[in-house]
């Protein structure tokens, strides 16, 4: 663990609960050791910052390659902070192109750490739960690595699309659910529909613990996210 990501949790973790007051349930439903993947369902930039402060482990996420290739002191700086808080580059222009760029997770997984993920890939735009994409399943099978499922409650009150600050509100609630039984898709090769029917059967399992409406297509991208795969200035997840 980085002296950075160290001094975040230490700070973050008791702020985190003094403000929103997240209920937790589920927490040893985390293997206490060997990789693991985190799925939650995606509502508020905070997730991630909740998901890092309250769970038992120290977890590695997913971010856009545009924070590790800025030019100059400032750049460096911003490199080199990503990294000390486990954050991972990715290419998310988006298509096979993001897909293939989720096996930059694959090395922090077969060395035994714990990768957080939002299968449907951006923030929800209305609190519904839209439908998941494939990389996390491959991820989990090239691993290997058991998906638990996450539901995460209300923080698109506290923090919703649009907000620059995080605001107090009702309680946050965070559900752990219990790892994914893949054996049905271990032990040999796996075709795309493989890999939509696990997919799927993640996004039940994270909708049993929401109680979220679920849509069967992905979610739409919001204006600053078609900005950036049109190359204009990137837009925050």
Known sequence: MSALYAVGK???????RLLWRPKVSGLDNVPTSGPAILASNHQSVIDSV???ALMPRNVYFLAKDEYFVGPGVKGAVMRNVMYGLNQIPVDRSGGRASLMA?????????DGHV????????RSPDGR????????????LDAPAPIIPIGILNTEKIQPIGASVPRLGPTVEVRVGEPLDLSQWQGGEI??????ELTLKLMNAIQQL???????R???KRPDQLAATNGSEPGKD
């Open 191 to 196: 075709d795309s529909r493989g890999l939509r």
């Open 10 to 16: 230490f700070a973050i973790s008791p702020l985190s």
């Open 50 to 52: 909740l998901m890092g």
């Open 102 to 110: 989720l096996d930059a997770a694959l090395p922090v997984l077969r």
């Open 129 to 140: 739960l839209y439908r998941g994409r494939p990389g996390v399943a491959k991820l989990a």
């Open 210 to 216: 929401t109680g979220q409406e679920y849509v069967t």
């Open 218 to 220: 992905y979610a739409p």
């Open 115 to 122: 990768l957080g993920i939002f299968p449907e890939g951006t």
